[in-house]
């Protein structure tokens, strides 16, 4: 028996499963019987009150949906889950479900590997300006946005007399004025490990906020434009390189890291893309969340708002029952549950739904405890645009596939990695971006 | 003293043998019996190294023949592409020879650092058994537990290496241990060696504690002071142990990826990547499958090639004998 006594064992439905793959051999559909079928879960997301939260969603669904007798969840960091999919697509066990980024999320709807599901996105309702399409499809239910905010020490800001800095000139003069490394003390956090997609996010943003594009949507596709944003990518360079006197050398640094060094009291100011930082300070460092502000991150041109997506999706060639896979992706963002799944991580989910963004959501007792982040979030919500999507969301264009695969790959991460860690002039970057991005949009497929 | 190869005087070792003089049919028929009886027992343990080695080695280069993205089932046929861009590629060059570099270098420090505690633990000494306990602590904590707790102690925001360094007035700044080109290949180099050092003290130790005293008792007798008796009694009974050591650690820290990962995660830049660090990069990270797959096989190449060299110029398996 299953562990809620429902169900059948695991051993019943490996001999089910066994029967069905000997039918299948002989060239019979197997047809499972009601009540005899699990759906799994994979998801990046290894938070314990979020997994809690989705058991209970589970549970509400499996006792609604006989069909299905329980779903089996996976739950694994973030990089470890990009490496667990990698292996479950290429040994025939995809899961039912998942929850992924944007990024990846394009890469498997380019791929094929995703089941359409523009029929529960319009049911709920996603605002246009969430969802992302493919070929006019919605290849998965947007369930949650990260939005990138800056935390740094407010009582160092208010000894030196500084206010929170909202450009680059400001930011660069609060890092110098904050940082003496005798102390161990740095204004700044600059990431430069070329692996981490820590690092591709901020360079993203900043090159964002410069107004540099790498590509852009003209005559109804996508092309390169990175030697036409040229100038606007140089100075980004530039500024990058210089916030490096005052930031640690982060070669080996990824996204723990970074809450780390500002959870031990070195860092005045880092960037993050999402409220996960403050979070993180208030269940383990609440003396340094009392010193803690928040504000966006300083831009120089317009504001530095990359979104990360979240959303859910459903396997398409290999997944067992995408009927029942798609029921399970309703109910998780229909369910009453699903405001509590996004206060699990307060300010870090925020809701693709305007109405409950303007509403329940923001009752949570950790935005009155930090003002300051909800404002944040508020200046932030209109203005972002995704990595794969680009300049140009809004417009309802196609997902870019090439985009999402040099992301994947880190050519972004150059931007900052290369002229830092290498020594590579802006220019030689800049062409071997190029090159890469020109490669990928080379290889897809017409 | 002189040495000389043991197996050159194999007593009787051209001596025909009772199976040699007996008749062809008998022979062939006791081989046949021979091979029915044992093949039975053979037949489990070749399956287990077919299916868990063999096979996946198979696939791998049936896969590395291929153009493959992880988060697609398409298979574009390149042949021998993958191979042709990974020579042509600075980062395979580089990854290559920071691989042979680290692998070089680990292993003469873990030798030069293991061999002596070795023959210290050796000794008769109060507390011995202690100490040997002691000294092989590093080898029983999990690998990544200690890679992790090396990244910490290193760290230049909060680690304690740079807390006393600062403390002390030795350093005016934090060291980047793990971030700096100058620091990141001795810092990966300090914490591999105290972590497969105690290997090395655990096979010298076991070594030497099979040499016969009567060697020593009959270089005394000789006149042979103690640094005589190291060198024409115990180093050449270490012989084929430290050629063995010195072929499989070379073979493993080549391979080596948890530590040098979880520290500097092969930078900074491409600094501290070696081939199974990039081996990662490009199979998960940057998902090409088919490319990984060819790296794979490189290094499985690469391996082969010095194990045979090694083996066929050095024969660590030669006895030498003491005379």
Known sequence: MTSDGKGISRRTAMKAAGAAGGLFLMGKAPALAQGTQELTFLTGEDGKDTQAVWAKMFKEFTDKNKSVSAVVPEYLNPDEALSRLSILLNTGQAPDVGKFDDVELTALAYNGMLEPVTDIVEAIGVP???????????????????????????????????????????????????????????????????????????????????????????????????????????????????????????????????????????????????????????????????????APVPANKKPAVKLSNGGLCIFKKQGRDPAAAKALVRSMVESPLYLEWLWTVPGHLVPTNKALFLGKWREHEFFKAHPDLLATIDAAYPSGYSAVTGPVATKGPDLNPAASSVFRAGVYASLIGSPILDGTSAEQTLGAIAKSMQTAMDKLKT | ?????????????????????????????????????????????????????????????????????????????????????????????????????????SVVVQLAVGVPVALLLHQNLRGRGLARGIVLLPYMVPTAAMALVFALMMSD?????????????????????????????????????????????????????????????????????????????????????????????????????????LLTKGGPGSETTNLPIYAYKVTFLQNQQGLGAALCVVMFAMLFIFASIYTSIVKPEKEIEVE
């Open chain 1, 128 to 294: 246009e300006g969430a969802r992302l399409r493919y070929k006019g499809e919605d290849y998965f239910v947007p369930s949650d946005i990260g939005i990138p905010m800056m935390f740094y020490r407010k009582d160092w800001f208010d000894k030196a007399g500084l206010q929170a800095p909202k450009g680059w000139d400001d930011y660069l003069k609060a890092a110098e004025t904050l940082t003496d490394k005798s102390q161990r003390r740095y204004g700044d956090l600059l990431v430069t490990n070329p692996s981490s997609g820590y690092t591709t996010n901020v360079a993203l943003n900043q090159a964002w906020s410069n107004g540099g594009l790498f590509f852009d949507w003209i005559d109804g596709k996508w092309q390169v434009v990175v030697d036409q944003h040229k100038d606007e990518l140089t100075q980004t360079i530039e500024w990058f390189k210089k916030r490096t006197a005052f930031s640690p050398v982060s070669a080996n640094y990824a996204y723990a890291q970074v809450n780390q060094a500002f959870a031990a009291g070195n860092v005045a100011m880092i960037e993050y893309p999402g409220a996960r930082t403050l979070n993180y300070l208030h269940s383990d460092f609440p003396d340094i969340e009392k010193v803690t502000g928040v």
């Open chain 2, 1 to 105: 003293m002189a040495l000389h190869s043991a197996r050159e005087s194999y007593p009787g070792q051209n001596t025909p043998g009772l199976r040699d003089q007996a008749g062809g049919r008998g022979k062939a028929l006791r081989s046949i019996i021979g091979t029915a009886i044992v093949a039975p027992w053979l037949l489990p343990a070749l399956l287990i190294i077919g299916l868990v080695q063999i096979g996946p080695m198979l696939y791998a280069i049936w896969l590395s023949l291929y153009e493959k993205d992880a988060f697609s089932f398409t298979w574009d046929w390149v042949g021998l592409g993958n191979y042709e861009t990974l020579l042509q590629s600075a980062e395979f060059w580089s990854a290559a020879g920071f691989g042979v570099w680290f692998a070089v270098l």
């Open chain 2, 157 to 261: 925001i909060y680690g304690v290496f740079d807390h006393i360094l600062v403390s002390l007035g030795l350093i005016d700044e934090p060291i980047p241990f793990l971030g700096s080109h100058a620091w990141a290949l001795p810092a990966t180099l300090v914490a591999s060696t105290w972590k497969w050092t105690p290997f090395v003290v655990i096979v010298i130790l076991a070594r030497l504690q099979t040499i016969e005293v009567s060697l020593y008792e009959c270089a005394k007798v000789e006149g042979a002071n103690a640094f005589q008796r190291f060198r024409d009694v115990t180093l050449p009974s270490l012989r084929s142990t430290l050629l063995l050591i010195v072929m499989l650690r070379c073979i493993w820290m080549f391979n080596k990826f948890e530590v040098p990962y």
